[in-house]
């Protein structure tokens, strides 16, 4: 996986310059600035928990690794300048990140219909020739794509988040449902997956 790029969230200390502790006189309130490192300590940890899985379902939901990184970090980064965190942190990112996504994704198909098969060939070097298993490796994600291609929208997204570990709340905040009914749309959704998954071997 690519190396992320850190977000500032702790500018560097000169060494050289002194430092005092401000009087704070009982009865008084901290200010805003004193609270924050305690954001950005959160959201230092936050970010830790919630990139990966973010990524790598926006990965799975789009089949573009740098695409997903780029929508990742920018609801991370969309989280940071709020200031503060939502309720619901997990489910907050999916559906930023959704509404990213789409916007990525509709600039690229306007872009690629400008484009012909030939000219997309000569503009790419061809890739180097692949071992057996990555061979295999790669059926089974295209069978698994295909598979996920042909459940509706809700369920495939719905299958992707469960498979990150997204809990029940997150999921039906980010897909607007009631969380009493995942587990039996769930069930419902992976049925058909498993189904559709065996049709393409």
Known sequence: MRLLMELPL?????????TSTPDVLPGQFASKADARPS????FAALFDVHYP?????????????????DVAQEALIRLYGRGALPTVPGAWLVSVAMNLLRNVMSTRN????LLTVGRGERAH????????AYVVALEVRDRVRG???????????????????????EIASALDMHEASIGTVLAR???EFRQRFGENI
């Open 110 to 113: 306007r872009r690629r219909r």
């Open 10 to 18: 702790f500018p560097p200390v000169d060494d050289d310059v002194p």
């Open 125 to 132: 070097s061809d890739p180097p020739p692949a071992a057996d």
């Open 189 to 191: 959704a992976q049925r």
């Open 39 to 42: 954001f950005d300590h959160e």
């Open 147 to 169: 598979a996920l291609d042909g459940l509706p929208e809700r369920d495939k997204r719905l299958i992707l988040l469960r498979a990150e570990g997204y809990s029940y709340r």
């Open 53 to 69: 899985r973010l990524f790598r379902y926006l990965d799975r939901l789009c089949g573009d690794p740098d695409v997903a990184a």
